[in-house]
């Protein structure tokens, strides 16, 4: 099963939706370690281990129980940590194999494009607050779409920059974004696969029904993040 976020897919152009849609598929072939069966179990299995162990509150139920959970989640969370760091080089070298599989799908100009969206990702946010004060558009990922397509070039370089300042460690799971682009664009490939404007528009009508419960649930997420600070 491969889940992707909606806002995700409504802010992408089809052949960026082919782009994301290939990179992840071919974790699955490139040798990802944390995409194994063992690694990937002890994975979900320690993440599911923390959830269960995080208090929904700290002020509520018998005092000291919320914060006892929070102390016996430190054993799972520290060995996710430590799990993650181990195989972090590993995975780097994964996601630049899938990003060039992606490319060799999607074609290189696609695979950049979506790379690129990385940078801005927080404009969610932004578009969020617009569709619920100012609304323009059907719904907040197709704001996002929009934001997207629209931020102007010194915006976008400003982000790169940015973003490029705050190289990764040599153990986290992913790579510099800027690094990507740069591994991506080295090796021009036109598209393999390409879908049209046609059929990326009949899976969004399969969508849909999905858009506007989920879009409440991401704002309701916004709000709370705002809230707690």
């Known amino acids: 099963m491969l889940g992707l976020g909606l806002p995700l897919w409504y802010g992408l152009p089809a052949q960026e939706r082919v782009a994301i849609l290939a990179h992840e598929l071919a974790h699955q072939r490139n040798g990802d370690p944390a995409r194994g069966s063992l ?5 979900t299995m320690l993440a599911q281990a923390v959830q269960v162990l995080t208090p929904d509150s700290l002020g509520s139920g018998v005092p000291l129980v919320p914060y006892l959970l929070l102390a016996l989640r430190l054993l799972p969370l520290g060995l996710y940590a430590a799990l993650v760091s181990a195989i972090g ?3 780097q070298t994964a996601e630049y194999r899938a990003d060039l599989m992606a490319a060799q799908v999607a074609g290189s100009d696609a ?8 940078h ?19 719904h907040a990922f ?3 779409r929009h934001i997207w397509d629209t931020v102007p070039d010194a915006q976008r370089q400003q982000k790169r920059e940015e973003y490029a300042a705050r190289r990764a460690r040599l153990d986290d799971s992913h790579p510099a974004t800027v690094d990507r682009l740069q591994v991506v664009r ?6 393999a696969l390409v879908l049209d404007e046609a059929w990326s528009a009949r899976v969004d009508a399969e969508l849909t029904p999905f858009v506007k419960p989920l879009e409440q649930q991401a704002f309701e997420a916004y ?7």
Do not use: T, V
């Open 89 to 91: 080089a590993e995975q």
């Open 39 to 43: 690694i990937w179990a002890a994975l």
């Open 186 to 191: 080295a090796f021009l490939q036109p598209p």
């Open 142 to 144: 197709l704001e996002l």
């Open 111 to 118: 695979a950049a494009g979506a790379l690129d969206k990385l």
């Open 120 to 138: 801005l990702s927080q404009a969610l946010e932004s578009a969020l607050h617009k569709q619920r004060h100012m609304p323009e558009r059907p």
């Open 223 to 229: 709000q709370e993040r705002y809230a707690a600070w």
